[in-house]
Every structure is written in C-alpha cells, then in structure tokens.
C-alpha cells in the first residue's frame, strides 16, 4: 500500500495557503516496518520549503529535446506563404518509441511548471490551435495537455457562432473563455475564425449585423485590414495586463489531409469525425491557404507570435508543440513564492501542529487496541 506525501505551503496576502504537490511512495519505505506491522496507515507530512530550492530552477533549465522551436517561429511583419514552408519535418523520421519517451518527458516537464506558474500567480496563458480539418488539433490537445493539472487548465473548443453569440462583437465569446491568472486557457479554434471563414466565405460577414456592413461589396480589403489590426490590438491589450498569447498553425498537407479523410471513412469509430462538410471545406483548399497566409503574416508579433508547425507527422507535430510552450514558459522568469522569517515561523507552527496529531492519532489507536484484548 502507497502513501501520499510532501506539502508545500506559501503566503498570500497574510493567509495561509496549501500548495501541494504528491509523490507516492511504499508505506515500508516512509512508515517503517513497525508501523506497516501494526497495520497503521498514517499520513505523514513533511513541510518542504521551495524558497532557495535549487529544484525550482532546474525544471526551468533542463532541456528534453534537441528541437529548435525558433525555426517554427513566424517573425513580425513576414509575408506568409505557406505554398513554400515545408508540411514535413526536416531530418530522420522520428520513431514511435522516441517520440513517446520524449513526449512523456516533454509532458512532465511541463507538469512541474505549471505547478511553479500556477504558484507565481502574475501571469495567465493562451494557447491557440487552428488548422485545416484533419490536421490534428484535437490529438494534440489530448496528448500534450494530458499532463497538466486539469484544475489549472481549461480548452474551449468553438464552432460556428450561434444566434446569441452573433449578436455580441465577434470577440465576446472568446473573452468569456480566457484564463485568469496561474491559469492555461487552450482554444480550438478561436477569434481567428472572422478573418479566416469570413475571409473565405464573406457572405457570413453579414450575419454579424455590423453597422456600415449590409452589403458584401463592403467586405472588402480595407474591411480586412481593419479586422487584423482590431486583432492585434485585442492581443497587445492581453499581453499587457499578463496574458501571453501562444498561436500555433498546423500545417498539413493536401495530400496528407486525404489520406486521413479517407481514415476516418474507413474506421467505422471514426465516421464521426467526417462530415460532408469537410469536403466541400476542401473545395476552397487555395482560399484556405491564402487566408492562413494573411492572418499569420499580419497578426504574429513580438509578444503574440505564431508558430507555423509540420503537421503531416503528427508524432512529431505534438513534441514540437510541447517543445514551444516548454521554452516559451521559461522566458517567464517565474518562481515559487518566497517566505519571509515570520512566514517561516508560521510554518514551523504548522508541521508541529500536523506531528503532533499523528501522534495523537497513534496514541488513540493504541489505547483502542489495548481496551479491546482487556475486554477480551
């Protein structure tokens, strides 16, 4: 049988508050051989202090792997042809077995940062996935987010607009989805679909009832122009109150788009994933393209950048994704929160206070037993 242990504590505003962080262990290992003998499942807990813990900082330095996320990096004012970036990784393919070592590895990594960022309390994380059908936006949310703390993290998947949803600005249901501070907010899809199915289909521009805007003539460049710029202040306004914004594109291929359409027609448990719609969405396959293109090259900043990502290999795919936020989140700087001396005493308080009910409990336990053979 297992035991949970180690707590952290930290100070906020004058409370006390409970960090923790688990690890299991073997009750003969903690507990002893007497206790396990005498059939005593206590709780131990060790307060461990993270002020000058040079743990904190090696998760913020060790490197999981040799990926150069800076080439995935779209730099401010590029012009984006995606005709001429690469929907495969360049080099050896990647194994399955290495690729799942690393991603394992990639994943625990950053589990414990989410642990510190979440601690540090000043800054909040958005990360953006958009892609053509297929591309494996769902896959890669499942595989690289799977070892965060769900409590931390919340994803929001966006589909067409409803009625409701049109009669608000176009941003409105999107801000009601970002993360407060020490929070991820992952969004499948985002607010970058009004530039990019509006942009392919200007028809829809319509439906939003904009004032000025009742005819599709109006959709036009300067409509456009107007919209990025609308995006890239909505983005520099996040990024100054905290948030930092994480876009990623996946970049699939035509080719690689049909193979695994016709997957999901041949996998009877995977028929769900396909809809008609899908192919009529690959009919505008060059629009789409144009459209992504443009987007990415008027909205990647300094601050909000976009990373373009070889999507045909989706092994590789989610360990680059992975090996983005990882480095993304070191340039945080963030940290576990110090104590001070009188913080410190507080917490000497608590661990005598939480020995002192174990032995408590262990001496209640004994007179039990003792009452029990006397009765006998």
Known sequence: MGIFYRVGFYFEEGSLSALCKYQRIDNDKIQGKENADHGLNIVRFVIFLYLDNPKSQQYMDSKSNNIDTKKFRVKPDSKVNLNKIATKPSGPELSKDDAKRQLNESRERLAEIQDMFYAHNKYAVLIIFQAMDAAGKDGAVKHIMSGFNPLGVKVSSFKAPNSTELDHNYFWRHQLALPARGEIAIHNRSHYENVLVTRVH???????????????????????????????????????????????????????????????????????????????????????????????????????????????????????????????????????????????????????????????????????????????
């Open 202 to 376: 200007p028809e829809f521009v319509l439906s939003e009832n904009i004032p000025g805007i009742d005819d599709i003539k109006h959709v036009n460049n300067s409509f456009w122009q107007n919209r990025f710029k609308q995006i890239r202040r909505f983005e520099k306004n996040l990024n100054e109150n905290g948030t930092i914004v994480l876009k990623f594109f996946l970049h699939l291929s035509k080719k690689e788009q049909k193979k695994r359409f016709i997957e999901r027609i041949d996998n009877p448990g995977k028929n769900w994933k396909f809809s008609h719609s899908d192919m009529k969405e690959r009919g505008f396959w060059d629009e789409y393209q144009k459209a992504y293109g443009d987007a990415i090259s008027e909205t990647s900043t300094k601050e909000s950048p976009w990373f373009i990502i070889p999507a045909d290999d989706k092994r590789y795919a989610r360990l680059a994704i992975a090996s983005v936020i990882t480095d993304e989140f070191e340039k945080l700087k963030i940290h576990y929160p110090k104590v001070s001396e009188k913080q410190r005493a507080e917490l000497q308080k608590a661990k005598t206070q939480l020995m002192a009910e174990g032995d408590k409990n262990e001496r209640k336990n004994g007179l039990e037993k003792t009452l029990k053979v006397t009765k006998k």
